[in-house]
């Protein structure tokens, strides 16, 4: 898959490295006339060669050139030779060119710098570059000083590039700023303002992630967002791993959006779009992606994407998607699958991963993964390993896991953590956990903690808590919950709750209920439940009062199918009055399985004349263990004269108690006795 295309990619590097170099020689030898005519103030005309008109072809201005230059004009040849230095024609350019540098013309010995370094000639091409140069030529002061850094020589690389700046020169100034940046200079950055300023889009890229990388290292530390987001989610989120989410044993046991237009934008000033430096690093990246910088409409993409604007960020990533850059086809393909369009994700990720993107070939995985082409899935997980991405490794692990091959998934997790990968780390921790390997478990569950994996060190404290060493368990919850995970702060609330401190055990719980946990939700209710005074009597007619936070809270954890808090949100309706509202959360409590809710249930039909609906619930509730349910029948079965039946469940009462049941169920056993045996 790979061989047939090498021969053909390193002819292609080939022509590539040929056309950069002469776009390169072409961007200097074009600087050359405009440069120089506003430093001379004159511009070059040619006498009695006729007006020189907008319509004029090529062909009639060399003509034109042509005439004035043999009749001596030095400015005409050096026009011409200009010209044919440009159109690549090396002989016919260089006796115009010498001619006209004899006669004094700077941009002429700039000019046969350029010609002479063509030809393979570049100290006698520096010679001319400094003749030039020394005559205020600022394009010649430019040449001479990348002259001067190619052979190592910086302070005069830096002298020369520096007369190149300062007389506005934007190749220059950029130049000058590379070299300062190398050496970590902080004049740097004035001078890629400079070049940014005169349109230099490299420069206008290169300021942008400065000013960038700078801000975000002044308001969250290194790696916070920008270039690492900026990079196709490489650093935020198309970790394709994260988004296939791993199981985790021991918690349980739009078609594609128009191109971006290119409108030409100004540089920036303070206050235009986000505040500060933030907002002036996306100027210049928009910028520089207005004229057609690929990796900084790729930034660009990814700062509006984070921003909510999802709909010009794609405009973006599709213009740099467009122009090859194969992160941004990433990054594109994740925006159209969020946005519902999986068929048209799948062909931009297919255009990044077959350009060596393995984020790309991840996504790919999932896709096919979801879609239960494990085969496919496979192939593209490798690819995307073979691309240099660990995540690779990861999902392979997670793949043969789900399939039951724990061998191979064993062998993918542990490849995976020896490369970094904490969630792998943790993954193999579990697997070997699940195999009764506990002393190879735990290294890598810390490897993966300490890498920062926040089911890791929720998962050191299961093992700690059932080691019986509390104090190290509760660090490690302590630690995941500060990540917020939810199950950890659970498990920090009960231990606030138990040590009495409930100020902490609120905050935690509040933590774990806000983050979805009914047990931390119900927990939370009962913690506020126990603070509330005592409820009057309810007055027939009176108003019914709203709903307590506590209550809130119950009916949270209700929703999510907690049978306690489900009695416990009945036994609160029933209070305020609302006995049809009682009854259906005491009905769904019971249908789960809870006798409470059964008991409780079986009450209130019996309390509105259903007394045989009661008695189902309430032998669905004893024979669950639930004694005031026994009771309750062996009442209900001497009411009936069925004096065997009713001793039959005083038994069972004194059986399961509580005391005082047992005590109520022995006299009225006894009762039953009398009167049978009488």
Same mark, same amino acid.
């Given at each position: 898959?790979?061989?047939? #295309?090498?021969?053909?990619?390193?002819?292609?590097?080939?022509?590539?490295?040929?056309?950069?170099?002469?776009?390169?020689?072409?961007?200097?030898?074009?600087a050359v006339p405009a440069v120089d005519a506003a430093v001379d103030t004159t511009a070059r005309t040619v006498p009695d060669a006729g007006p020189d008109t907008e319509n004029e072809s090529d062909a009639e201005t060399e003509g034109r050139h042509r005439r004035a230059a043999e009749r001596g004009d030095t400015d005409a040849m050096s026009a011409l030779g200009a010209l044919l230095l440009r159109r690549g024609d090396l002989d016919g350019a260089e006796p115009f060119l010498r001619a006209a540098t004899a006669e004094g013309d700077r941009a002429a010995a700039n000019n046969l710098g350029v010609l002479l370094h063509q030809r393979g000639y570049p100290d006698e091409a520096a010679g001319w570059w400094r003749v030039a140069a020394v005559a205020g030529s600022a394009?010649?002061?430019?040449?001479?000083?990348r002259h001067h850094r190619e052979r190592g020589d910086e302070p005069a690389a830096e002298y020369w590039l520096r007369q190149a700046a300062e007389q506005g020169h934007a190749l220059g100034a950029y130049a000058?700023?590379?070299?300062?940046?190398?050496?970590?200079?902080?004049?740097?950055?004035r001078w890629l303002r400079a070049a940014a300023e005169q349109g230099h889009r490299e420069a206008a890229y290169r300021l942008a992630l400065a000013l960038e990388r700078r801000a975000t290292e002044t308001l969250r530390g290194p790696h916070a967002y920008g270039p690492a987001a900026a990079t196709g989610r490489a650093g935020h989120a198309y970790d394709t791993a994260g988004r296939l989410r791993a199981a985790d044993p021991?918690?349980?046991?739009?078609?594609?959006?128009?191109?971006a237009p290119r409108p030409e934008a100004a540089p920036p000033r303070p206050g235009d779009g986000a505040a500060g430096p933030l907002g002036e690093a996306e100027q210049w990246f928009r910028q520089a992606a207005a004229r057609g910088h690929r990796r900084a409409a790729l930034h660009l993409g990814a700062i509006l994407e984070q921003r909510g604007e999802l709909k010009e960020a794609g405009r973006w990533y599709l213009s740099s998607a467009k122009e090859g850059e194969a992160k941004a086809a990433c990054a594109l393909g994740f925006?159209?699958?969020?946005? #519902?369009?999986?068929?048209?994700?799948?062909?931009?990720?297919?255009?990044?991963?077959?350009?060596?993107?393995?984020?790309?070939?991840?996504?790919?995985?999932?896709?096919?993964?979801?879609?239960?082409?494990?085969q496919t899935a496979e192939?593209? !997980?490798?690819?995307?390993?073979?691309? #240099?991405?660990?995540?690779?490794? !990861?999902?392979? #692990?997670?793949?043969?896991?789900?399939?039951?091959?724990?061998?191979?998934?064993?062998? @993918? !997790?542990?490849?995976?953590? !020896?490369?970094?990968h904490r969630e792998a780390a943790n993954a193999l921790a579990v697997l070997l956990l699940q195999?009764?390997?506990?002393?190879?478990?735990?290294?890598?569950?810390?490897?993966?903690?300490?890498?920062g994996s926040v089911d890791a060190a929720f998962n050191l404290g299961i093992i700690h808590a059932g080691r019986d060493e509390d104090r190290s368990a509760l660090a490690w919850y302590e630690r995941a919950a500060a990540a917020g995970h939810t199950e950890a702060a659970l498990q920090v609330g009960i231990a606030a709750l138990r040590d009495g401190d409930e100020r902490t055990a609120e905050r935690h719980l509040r933590c774990a209920a806000g983050g979805g946990s009914p047990e931390a939700a119900f927990r939370l209710a009962t913690l506020l439940d126990a603070r509330r005074p005592e409820p009057g009597p309810v007055v027939l007619g009176a108003p019914v009062d709203q709903k307590t936070e506590c209550e809130e809270w119950y009916e949270r954890a209700a929703q999510q199918g907690h049978r306690r808090a489900q009695v416990r949100v009945g036994m609160l309706a029933a209070g305020r009055g609302d006995l049809a509202g009682a009854a259906r959360w005491y009905r769904e409590a019971a249908e789960a399985g809870s006798r409470n809710g059964a008991?409780?249930?079986?009450?209130?039909?019996?309390?509105?004349?259903?007394?045989?609906?009661?008695?189902? @619930?309430?032998?669905?509730?004893?024979?669950?263990?639930?004694?005031?349910?026994?009771?309750?029948?062996?009442?209900?079965a001497a009411r009936r004269g069925e004096l065997s039946e009713g001793r039959k469940w005083c038994a069972r009462a004194v059986e399961l108690g509580p005391a005082e049941v047992a005590e109520r169920a022995a006299r009225l056993s006894e009762a039953l006795h009398q009167e049978l045996t009488a």
């Open positions: 898959m790979v061989f047939m #295309g090498d021969r053909a990619t390193l002819l292609e590097t080939g022509r590539f490295v040929q056309r950069h170099a002469r776009n390169a020689a072409d961007e200097i030898i074009e394009p010649a002061a430019h040449a001479l000083g000058l700023a590379d070299l300062l940046e190398h050496r970590s200079d902080v004049g740097a950055e021991l918690r349980a046991g739009e078609q594609p959006l128009p191109a925006l159209l699958r969020d946005a #519902g369009d999986e068929e048209s994700a799948a062909v931009w990720w297919l255009r990044a991963a077959q350009d060596g993107d393995g984020n790309a070939a991840n996504a790919l995985g999932a896709l096919h993964a979801a879609r239960g082409e494990q192939r593209w !997980y490798r690819a995307a390993m073979d691309a #240099g991405d660990v995540n690779g490794a !990861y999902n392979l #692990g997670l793949l043969c896991a789900a399939q039951d091959r724990l061998p191979q998934a064993e062998q @993918w !997790y542990r490849r995976a953590a !020896y490369a970094g195999a009764g390997d506990a002393g190879g478990a735990e290294p890598w569950f810390s490897k993966a903690a300490e890498a008991f409780n249930l079986g009450l209130l039909l019996a309390r509105e004349g259903s007394e045989r609906e009661a008695a189902l @619930w309430w032998t669905r509730a004893a024979h669950a263990g639930h004694g005031r349910a026994a009771l309750r029948l062996a009442l209900l």
